[in-house]
């Protein structure tokens, strides 16, 4: 924000010059981004006055005039038509400089002598706005009261000298966006007396009491407007604003554009409220309705744009039609012209991250909506209002009514915080005074009422304690803190469990010949499809959609890490490369039940994927792979399943590893439609494996236990079952009637004969028994056996082979 010196000493005395200011204020947080000074680039131009014009003799269009400029009565050669003789206007001698670095020296027009030049508005850098009756391309012609200042540099007797300093103002501050609430730092800062000039807006006397002619407010959406207050002016005279506000219009970037306009958003740059005025003809019913527009609804903006409004916009409508989009800009509709004669003032504070919404959705920001997105205090709505009043009323361009509309359904709360000076030096490691940080809260106008502090209403950023010591701090001053050694426990640094466990994993994939990829986060929802995941999967109902995607491309964050692999793959198949061993460690996301409940964010998974294709790669090579990584993490335990409902991958290629209840893995040959999906005419295998509950149930330390003193008894047993049983089922019977007596079961053959009949197969285990305090005895493990036979007979109708 850019705000006039000349303007901030309204609020406090600055008799420091802007370099050093701007330095105080940086360090008590104000940061100054830039310093311009401007009329500097002005030198040696004077006010002078035309004593005689005569024709040149060897041209047409240039005149020959005598011109008296204080000390001397210079000769001047010129072209321009809108002179006569007795003009006061700037002149510019000979070694002048003017802005754009343009010097002027003494020379000959056509043989004549011209010993400098009088200068046009643009040529010093002046704004038609500031001088509405001078001619744009013509000499500036003075007032004829300026001819006792002839000789006098012109930019001190037309006061163009000015310093601006621009502020960058965090989001955090929204009143540092107002002069009122930066000469508040400034006086706060060099110690002195805030002074301002607006402190009684809150009554405002107004003479004219007439009706306010019928007109309604009402706010059919208290959650994205909390205050809305309408204020009339009549017999209202359209035109030039006075000099002094266009130029603290320009110096903080407005333009000027007629005393009504320019008088909303000056009182914008100075309380910080943006305000708006309408023409009340255009307000069809006499009725302002402050609501949510209707989707596809058009209004066609200042700018002349025709803008496409939706649902989730506020505007600011009439009994028919929006007059303005709430907070960025007004209507076309409603634009006060040169012949409006009524004018309905406006100032309301919006929702501020709706109005953020809106603006960036329509592509319009404007000085308005910037200050909105920051959260703007309602109870300064009305010291807005009655400040713009105040100016219509002191310029003499309209007559204010006395009686207002002020529809206020959402009052602002006070904040109180407990104040406690000790808690506030233990937290900023100083020994400030009490008596200090009062002071300081006081000249901030933090008011202490008991063992509390009540922030002003322009303050939304004061809420807690830390707050109020940042304050403090500031003004105690950042650069008087002593330097002190940490005073904390130090700690040896150490990775995580799930950190160890992944630097295993990676470290094994790559000692594998994997290569690690890294994938982005964001995927397009049609990639679901691509990967043929079926509409009723979780996943589907899961989905984390982005509000504002980088790309259609990058729409939702991805619920499943196999399209991300996938395109990997494809991409590498494309270009031709042959044997293709991929792994990614990264994240998944999903909304749990569907939804995000206020506050909380979706649910992270880390996944490690693995795919590959390639002549030697098949399912066995990913199960060993898989089960390495199973190892490394210290789970031993597991059970593998076959795996059909997972319509990402082959049904009957498929398989997953759970603990308990917990899926672990899921591995096994892509689907066949997603092969064709990406564009793959060879088998690719993949797996998922979650990385989270690997490591919740896998063990790091290794426990060693002591060579078996007692003899192992083997036996072996092969059993006929049906093709369709899965060796896991068996494996867990075995596992369930053996207990602790079993060591070690080794699957050694499985056969397949005509005569064991159809759909029939032949499962043979070599069996290890050991107990760690006695040698068993035949009889021990016959028992065992028999049990297993007859389990096996009982749950899966195996017969044993003979």
């Not at 209002?385 to 361009?397: S, T």
């Not at 409902?645 to 917990?662: C, F, Q, S, V, W």
Request: hydrophobic share 35%; with cysteine; aromatic share 6%.
């Amino acid at each position: 924000m850019k705000v006039s010196i000349e303007w901030l000493k309204d609020y406090s005395d600055i008799d420091i010059d802007p370099k050093e200011l701007s330095d105080i204020l940086t360090l008590t947080g104000s940061k100054v981004e830039a310093v311009e000074s401007k009329g500097n680039d002005i030198k040696n131009v004077v006010i002078g006055k035309i004593l005689e014009i005569e024709k040149h003799p060897d041209a047409d269009k240039l005149v020959v005039t005598k011109v008296d400029v204080g000390t001397e009565i210079i000769q001047i050669v010129t072209g321009a038509n809108n002179i006569k003789v007795d003009d006061i206007v700037p002149i510019a001698k000979n070694g002048a400089e003017l802005p754009g670095n343009i010097k002027i020296k003494t020379g000959k027009l056509r043989d004549i002598e011209s010993c400098g030049m009088m200068c046009s508005i643009g040529e010093l850098s002046l704004s038609m706005e500031m001088y509405p009756d001078q001619i744009e391309d013509g000499i500036m012609i003075l007032p004829k009261e300026l001819e006792k200042e002839i000789g006098n540099d012109v930019v001190d007797v037309l006061n163009l000298r000015d310093d601006i300093i621009e502020f960058e103002i965090t989001s955090n501050r929204p009143d540092c966006f107002s002069v009122e609430g930066l000469g508040r730092e400034v006086a706060v800062s060099l110690n002195k007396q805030f002074k301002n000039p607006h402190d009684k807006l809150d009554k405002l006397n107004i003479k004219n009491v007439d009706n306010i002619n019928d007109l309604k407010v009402n706010i059919l959406d208290p959650d994205l407007c909390y205050r809305y207050i309408a204020r009339v002016a009549k017999n209202v005279k359209i035109g030039p604003s006075p000099e002094w506000m266009v130029k603290r219009l320009e110096a903080s970037g407005v333009r000027s554009i007629n005393n009504i306009v320019d008088i909303t958003n000056y009182v914008m740059l100075e309380l910080g409220q943006p305000m708006h005025a309408f023409d009340i003809n255009s307000i069809e019913e006499k009725c302002i309705n402050v609501r949510r527009a209707n989707n596809d609804e058009k209004i066609i903006t200042l700018d002349e744009i025709e803008r496409c409004l939706d649902e989730n916009m506020l505007v600011i409508a009439d009994g028919k039609k929006p007059v303005a989009i709430a907070g960025v800009m007004g209507g076309l509709n409603s634009e006060i012209e040169d012949n409006t004669d009524t004018v309905v003032l406006e100032s309301a504070v919006f929702h501020g991250g709706n109005v953020r919404k809106t603006a960036k959705k329509i592509g319009l920001r404007t000085e308005a909506s910037g200050r909105y997105e920051k959260g703007l205090s309602s109870e300064n709505a009305l010291r807005a209002v009655n400040r713009a009043a105040q100016l219509i009323e002191e310029l003499g361009v309209g007559d204010v009514i006395e009686e207002m509309i002020d529809v206020y359904p959402t009052k602002q709360k006070e904040v109180q915080i407990e104040f406690d000076a000790d808690k506030i030096n233990n937290l900023l490691g100083t020994k400030i005074s009490e008596k200090e940080m009062i002071d300081i809260c006081n000249r901030l106008e933090i008011k202490k009422e008991g063992n509390n502090v009540i922030p002003p209403y322009f303050r939304p950023d004061l809420n807690i304690l830390a707050d109020i010591a940042e304050e403090v701090l500031r003004f105690h001053g950042y650069n008087t803190l002593e330097s002190t050694l940490i005073n904390a426990e130090s700690t040896v640094g150490a990775k995580k469990k799930k950190q160890k466990t992944e630097d295993c994993i990676r470290n094994l994939l790559v000692d594998r010949g994997l290569s690690e990829i890294y994938t982005f986060g964001f995927i397009c929802e049609n990639d679901l499809d691509k990967v043929n995941l079926s509409e009723e999967n979780i996943l589907r109902k899961e989905i984390v959609k982005i509000k504002n995607p980088l790309s259609e491309y990058y729409n939702i964050m991805r619920p499943t890490s196999i399209p991300s692999m996938m395109q990997s793959l494809s991409t590498n198949y494309n270009k031709k490369n042959s044997n293709v061993k991929l792994f990614d460690i990264s994240r998944t996301y999903r909304n749990e039940n569907g939804q995000i409940e206020e506050g909380k964010i979706p649910t992270e998974d880390l996944i490690i994927t693995i795919g590959m294709y390639g002549e030697e790669i098949d399912f066995y090579m990913l199960k060993g792979i898989v089960e390495n990584i199973f190892e490394v993490s210290g789970v031993l335990r597991y059970e593998l399943e076959n795996e059909k409902e997972n319509t990402l991958y082959h049904p009957g290629r498929t398989a997953k590893m759970r603990i308990g209840k917990d899926i672990i893995a899921t591995l096994g040959e892509a689907h066949p439609i997603v092969l064709d999906n990406y564009g793959i005419s060879q088998r690719v295998v993949m797996a998922e494996i979650n990385l989270d509950k690997l490591s919740k149930y896998g063990r790091q330390d290794k426990k060693y236990k002591e060579v078996a003193k007692y003899p192992a008894m083997q036996r072996d047993i092969a059993i006929t079952v049906n093709e369709d049983i899965e060796v896991g089922e068996i494996e867990k019977i075995i596992t369930k009637i053996s207990k602790k007596a079993l060591e070690q079961m080794k699957l050694f053959d499985i056969y397949r004969s005509e005569k064991l009949g159809q759909d029939k197969k032949s499962v043979a285990y070599a069996l290890t028994f050991r107990a760690n305090d006695r040698t068993m005895t035949d009889e021990e493990i016959n028992k065992i056996m028999e049990n297993i036979v007859f389990e096996l007979e009982k749950n899966l109708g195996a017969e044993l082979r003979k």
